[in-house]
């Protein structure tokens, strides 16, 4: 046991040691002029499809953007944008993000795992301090929005991030029509609340199938649940997008469908009013 002035010792540099982390992240954030989070209440809803397709929806709209992938379980992020082949590169204490294209900065705790199968088994500590790190440590620069694709439901990982950046923007929360999805969403909105982070909207992904043969459209969950829910929690509903199978090719691509062909489909037109949603936070500065 380090005897009673080490003790203290080591304790004031723990101090000091945090104290220089809290100013290079206040730093770090001060270049970033908006901070979203994209959430949702359970896995598998589409969460960081949405992510990216938003990031790239707002690097079109002529945003500086960053797209900071901490879904420490299920990193998708490199999958969605085709940079699994991608190793990111430090320069002195600085991690380098990957630049996709022009504005456009990405970082993914995929791009530090040895390979995609390995199961990550942190504790909530180092999974605080990997966040931590992506923040105060990564080159962002300048940016108009730092997206962050965070891992579903309440736990360690957003609550770190939110803890972290201070006080970001709001949260998109993605869920899919379906009851269990909706209850899930309802808490994800009180944790919202209870951390001050504003909800910005709700985001109803898989709504309805639309045959790429015939155009009809089905309804295989039910549809507009996350419309009603949203009116009812009292938070504006950024709309639907359908279960498309060209979200899929898209992301088997790499290539997301919100900039994959010059004619715009449907599906890819109903990240709009998501889209307008961020970019009314920017104008309104
Ligand atoms: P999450 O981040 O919520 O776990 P993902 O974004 O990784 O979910 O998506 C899960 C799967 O669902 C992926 O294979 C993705 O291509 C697919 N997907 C997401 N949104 C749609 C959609 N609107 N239509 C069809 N497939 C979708």
Known sequence: MPKEPEARKAGANHGQQ??????QIRSRL??????????????GV?????????????VLAGKRVGLLDIDIHGPS????????????????????????MP?????????????????????????????????KDVQWGDLD????????????????????????DGAVI?????????ADVRKGISF??????????????????????CGERTDIFKSGGGEEMACRMEVPFLGMIPIDAEVVRACDLGIPIVRSGENQSKTAKAFGPATRALLDLDENC
Do not use: H
């Open 77 to 100: 992020i490199p999958k969605i944008l085709n940079l699994e082949a991608r190793k990111v590169r430090s320069e002195g204490s600085e991690i380098m993000p990957i630049e996709v």
């Open 145 to 168: 929005f730092l997206i962050v694709d965070s891992p579903p439901g309440t736990g360690d990982e957003p609550l770190s991030v939110i803890q972290l950046l201070g006080k970001a």
């Open 46 to 58: 589409g969460k960081s499809t949405v992510a990216a397709n938003l990031a790239v929806s707002l």
């Open 103 to 135: 504005n456009f900065k990405v970082m993914s705790i995929g791009f530090l795992l040895p390979s995609r199968d390995d199961a990550v088994i942190w504790r909530g500590p180092m999974k605080y301090q990997m966040i931590k790190q992506f923040i």
């Open 18 to 23: 945090d104290n220089s982390d809290e100013a």
């Open 192 to 213: 919202c609340r209870s951390l001050g982070l504003p909800v910005l909207g709700v985001l109803e992904n898989m709504s309805g199938f639309v045959c790429p043969k």
């Open 30 to 43: 001060k270049r970033i002029k908006r901070q979203v989070l994209v959430l949702s209440g359970k896995g």
């Open 174 to 182: 993605v869920t899919t029509p379906q009851e269990v999805a909706l």
